[in-house]
């Protein structure tokens, strides 16, 4: 099987056209002497993937999968694409923001629609995932989902709360080490995140790059 993560013209094939315009998706030729790692999750951790490559140059082929990850639902239909060609040394991975948005009929996010998906569901595709990851052999981290600030459309403040305490479970159950980006950005929220938005601006971006590739590094 061709390795889309390694191969330019197998990854055009898996990463969409509009995609490819992002500059987090870019194919990135790797060096094969170094170790790989696969950096799974929604668009914040498509904002901190050029910051964890560039502060792992020479260290890791930094990857991340073709797009944003979205839900749990999603990760578990999609994993097997998302590993390529395995033989990763350490996956980063969340989710979280997609399973405890709100949406309305027509897929628009509105807090008097229906929320993606509930708690008990989430911890459940959560424990599924984790396996998953962990029969892969590399060192797997699950980051702690970001928090929701007042205001952000389809999704009410402290939600991230409970589902992060729900993650925790699954997580020492699986002895899955946590990268608690929540408790690390919480302070520094004004000079970070967007107002009213789960998303962070440029420094945001690298703040929490710089603590995903803390982590990885420890792990490689």
Partial sequence: MSDF??????????????AREEACMAFAPGDPKLPRVLLIGDSISMGYTIPVREALRGAANVRRIPGNAGMTERGLANLDLWLGGGNWAAIHFNFGLHDLK?????????????????????????????????????????????????????????DEVTYNAAAARVMQKARIPVNDLHAAVLPE????????????????????????????RRAL
């Fill in 5 to 18: 993560y390694e191969n330019e013209s197998a990854w055009r094939e898996k990463v969409a056209a509009d």
């Fill in 102 to 158: 709100y949406l309305s009929a027509d897929g628009k996010l509105d807090l008097s629609g229906t929320q993606v998906c509930g708690l008990a569901a989430y911890e459940l595709n959560l424990g599924t995932l984790a396996m998953r990851l962990l029969a892969t052999g590399a060192k797997v981290i699950w980051a702690a989902t970001t928090p929701v600030p007042e205001g952000a459309s389809g999704r009410k403040a402290g």
């Fill in 189 to 216: 929220l004004a000079t970070y995140q967007l107002p009213r938005n789960v998303h962070f601006n440029d420094a945001g971006s690298k703040f929490l790059g710089a603590r995903v590739a803390e982590h990885l």
